[in-house]
């Protein structure tokens, strides 16, 4: 939520926004929080056993490992080598599997995060479509990662840097840039189409 933050005042955006898959959101103008509503006592005790479960199985196991220690709703961590993450991963989703059906595993380069399946990023733009009254197809969303396939796979407009995993790339329209040249692309795109309205 902190980095959300900061990012919707460099912005200046002054409505809700998603943080953590859509587990939360805020609201900048009345300094709310809400939680997403899947995120019962029992999921709130189960992301603390699978955070407990991560630092002795993942984190003291992989050198340079880190969790992304201020997640609320999720379990992420961090490691610099790929290989390592994706060994993290494999070792994640057997785990969660079959130790934890409420939750999901996705990964990056650099991350591994294991979610609330009701909390991730497709379930979050309901959620927060929802509160602000719009439709799926008023709605435009960027990513790179297996983590944003559910949110690409909901929307209008979907777009992918050139830089994308080819699983994200399957389901959106590529830009020709990467990370900031690719999202001023999709942000030029949806200007166009938005003044075909």
Not at 48 to 57: L, N, S
Not at 66 to 86: H, L, M, Q, R
Not at 169 to 175: D, G, I, L, S, W
């Amino acid at each position: 939520m902190p980095y959300a933050e900061a990012m919707a005042q460099i912005l200046g955006i002054r409505i809700p926004f998603l943080f953590e898959s859509g587990g939360g959101m805020y609201d900048v103008e009345k300094n709310e929080l809400t939680w997403n509503p899947v995120l019962t006592k029992e999921r709130e005790l189960e992301v603390t056993e699978i955070k407990k479960w991560a630092k002795e199985h993942l984190i003291d196991r992989f050198p340079s490992s880190i969790p992304e220690f201020a997640k609320f709703t999720d379990i992420g961590v961090i490691n610099p080598d790929s290989s390592v993450i994706y060994e993290i991963r494999d070792i994640s989703r057997e785990f969660i599997h079959r130790n934890y059906p409420h939750f999901e595993v996705h990964y990056t380069e650099v991350s591994v995060n294991i979610i609330l399946k009701k909390a991730n990023k497709g379930e979050g733009i309901k959620f927060i479509c929802e509160h602000l009254g719009y439709g799926l197809d008023e709605v435009a969303y960027i990513g790179d990662s297996s983590g944003d396939i559910p949110g690409l796979t909901i929307v209008k407009m979907p777009f992918a840097p050139v830089n994308a995993t080819d699983q994200v790339k399957e389901v959106a329209r590529v830009t020709r840039g990467k990370s900031t040249d690719g999202v001023l692309e999709a942000y030029h795109a949806i200007i166009e189409n938005n003044l075909n309205y």
